[in-house]
């Protein structure tokens, strides 16, 4: 396996709380991706990192926040959790980008009450 | 924007027999194509891929693509299924035009395979 590690597998919180989960790769790989996973939608990315600090919207950002400080770091943010953001949550990293293997994480399972 | 249309969401099959899951994506422009399979509970792991060369592509496993551009397909096959390939199976595109840096991938809506004995 790939040396990704999302943390926490697992989490449930509140309607209205913040929610940060972490990504963090020893593969040294430029680039990063967040994921959500849902029932009939497939994968639909959220926010996605070319480099230290550089990161860009994908096609489900409204809600979500990202940082990349360190390499082998990529955060999400929800910075007020809502319903509609239960779901299952992948990171994923690549060398070069679209033309090379993506490689993804356990997955973070998150519910919003 | 590019998009992926898998055309079946369940494929239910027997044993050893043969099982084809399509693929098609939207755009005509030059394209990277992707199979990615999902074991129950776990991440997503890479079957095969076409970046260029043979049209035809195989995995270790058996399971072969081939990238049709005239049909803006990538289906994929294989000619005796197992028990242990029941799984979630996601075709994926770049486009090319990026040039393989923020080509990000596009998914699927995905394929549940279900193998029965």
């Known amino acids: 396996d790939a040396g990704i590690t999302q943390s926490p597998r697992h989490k449930v919180t509140e309607t209205g709380t913040p929610v940060t989960l972490r990504c963090h790769q020893t593969e040294n790989h430029r680039y990063m991706y967040w994921y959500r996973q849902d029932p009939g939608h497939g994968l639909r990315l959220i926010h996605y990192?070319?480099?230290?600090?550089?990161?860009d919207k994908g096609e489900v950002s409204d809600g979500y926040s990202v940082s990349r400080s360190k390499t082998e770091d990529f955060l999400l943010t929800l910075e007020s959790a809502t319903s509609s953001q239960t779901s299952v949550y992948f990171c994923?990293?690549?060398?070069?980008?679209?033309?090379?293997?993506?490689?993804f994480g356990q997955g973070t399972r998150l519910t919003v009450v | 924007a590019q998009s992926v249309t898998q055309l079946d969401s369940q494929v239910p099959v027997f044993e050893e027999a043969p099982v084809e899951l399509r693929c098609n994506y939207s755009?005509?422009?030059?394209?990277?194509l992707f199979w990615y399979v999902q074991y129950p509970n776990q991440g997503l792991q890479l079957l095969l891929k076409?970046?260029?060369?043979?049209?035809l592509v195989e995995s270790i496993n058996g399971f072969e693509a081939e990238f049709n551009k005239s049909q803006t397909s990538f289906h994929l096959r294989k000619p005796s299924v197992h028990i242990s390939d029941t799984a979630e199976y996601f075709c994926a595109v770049s486009d090319r035009s990026y040039g393989g840096s923020q080509g990000n991938l596009i998914f699927g809506k995905g394929t549940k395979l279900s193998v029965k004995p």
């Open positions: 990192s070319y480099g230290v600090k550089d990161t």
């Open positions: 755009s005509s422009v030059s394209v990277y």
């Open positions: 076409y970046l260029s060369g043979s049209t």
């Open positions: 994923a990293i690549s060398l070069r980008g679209g033309n090379t293997e993506a490689f």
